[in-house]
């Protein structure tokens, strides 16, 4: 008699076919952004084992950065399964390849402002038959003029770190997360609860204003570094064009200073530990400034989480680490303990190379909140 219990039992279900793949327009795709961007959003080889679901895989169309080079100093080349490359000439081929894709990306750092407009209004002004997303990353030095936000500016009624924020926050508790503003602010305050609060001309103790976590919905009040006006250009440009034109979906991604698979900024910071020359690294002046971070493999994740995912974020994302207090000392301290002497020094800024704006990353000083987008993503280890 056949066992009645077998018979119940439910057949496993067949997984369900993958979505149509998507045609990734990924400018710079040889580039050190590039090259993370294409190995996070390439998923061909998922469909290896089952030829019919190909379908699924994402298409690639690339320009190349003439000037990327390797670690050897030879040039850098384009990713082994981008499908197609195109130049920028203003040429209905390169116009094309533009509108025959789904997705858009471009890195603000490394194009010009001349085709990045040019891609932007492109865009905008097309008569669009399907939905299309373009996504900008920017950089944090759009940010680095704006004043402090301080804690009575925050109005009645108005989100803020005390509220749901903050809540939320609590509800998954991490060493790297940015504390609440009541701990930063507490934390900030220790040295001075311990001296006398100064007074003022009648006697009152004077009250010292918090600066609180810039958040991404403030990014109307980001005032960028004098070099970076386009940037910021660009990006209220991208942002603006989905008024009038429906089918396009923008984001730009405030990432912050870009490190890990080769270093930019910290290169020389690696090279001297390394070498141990100088004995003790460089840090300008005290060091407690704030330099948001970001490993590019992290962004490359966060990007693919924003076209692949196609989660409703806010147009405006901040992409950064949640380090708490990313004080550009205990960033080369860390630097300087796992490759270097554990030393590090105070010296002046002008001592400092600022070869590819090296120096004035690493004067930052802002406090940024990290995205929610976060919160679904498995972050590198730094």
């Known amino acids: 008699m056949a066992d009645s219990g077998s018979e119940n039992e439910e057949k496993p279900k067949e997984p369900e076919p993958p979505q149509p793949g998507k045609k990734i327009f990924l400018s710079h795709c040889n580039s050190y952004e590039g090259q993370s961007l294409f190995k996070e959003l390439w998923n061909k080889d998922k ?44 040429t209905a081929d390169f116009r094309q390849k533009l509108l025959e894709s789904d997705v ?12 990045v407009d040019y891609v932007i209004k492109t865009l905008k002004t097309s008569p669009l038959q399907e939905e299309k997303t373009l996504v900008l990353l920017s950089a944090v030095m759009t940010w ?8 009575e500016e925050v109005k009645e009624g ?12 609590e ?18 305050a220790e040295d001075e609860e311990e001296a006398e609060p100064e007074l003022d001309e009648n006697g009152e103790p004077i009250v010292v204003k918090q600066p609180l976590y810039f958040k991404e919905t403030d990014f109307h009040l980001r005032v960028p570094h004098a070099d970076y006006e386009n940037l910021k250009t660009l990006e209220t440009t991208a942002m603006s064009s989905v008024n009038t034109q429906p089918k396009l979906r923008v984001h730009v991604l405030c990432s912050g200073i870009r490190y ?70 205990r960033l080369v301290s860390e630097i300087a303990k796992g490759m270097g002497t554990n030393k590090i020094a105070s010296v002046p800024a002008e001592t400092v190379s600022n070869d590819s704006g090296c120096r004035e990353k690493l004067m930052i000083n ?11 993503i498995a972050l590198s280890e730094a």
């Open 260 to 329: 890990g698979n080769g270093e930019r900024t910290f290169y020389d910071h690696f090279q001297k530990a390394w070498i141990q020359n100088p004995e003790a690294l460089p840090i300008i002046g005290e060091g407690e400034n704030l330099i948001p971070t970001i490993h590019v493999i992290d962004l490359a994740r966060l990007v693919r989480r924003v076209v692949v995912d196609n989660p409703k974020e806010h147009p405006y994302i901040f992409a950064i680490d949640k380090t708490r207090k990313p004080t550009q000392k």
């Open 144 to 151: 680095v003029n704006t004043p402090p936000k301080l804690e």
């Open 171 to 188: 509800e998954e508790p991490s060493e790297e997360e940015p504390p609440s503003e009541d701990e930063e602010n507490k934390d900030g």
């Open 366 to 376: 802002l406090r940024m909140k990290a995205s929610d987008a976060f919160k679904a």
């Open 158 to 169: 108005e989100d803020g770190e005390d509220g749901e924020d903050a809540a939320a926050e």
């Open 47 to 90: 469909f290896d084992d089952k030829p019919e679901w190909s379908f699924g895989a994402h298409t690639f169309t690339g320009t190349i950065r003439k000037e990327e080079r390797n670690a050897r100093g030879g040039f850098e080349e384009a990713p082994v399964g981008i499908d197609s490359f195109v130049n920028f000439e203003r």
């Open 104 to 115: 858009i990306i471009y890195d603000l750092m490394s194009n010009s402002f001349e085709e």
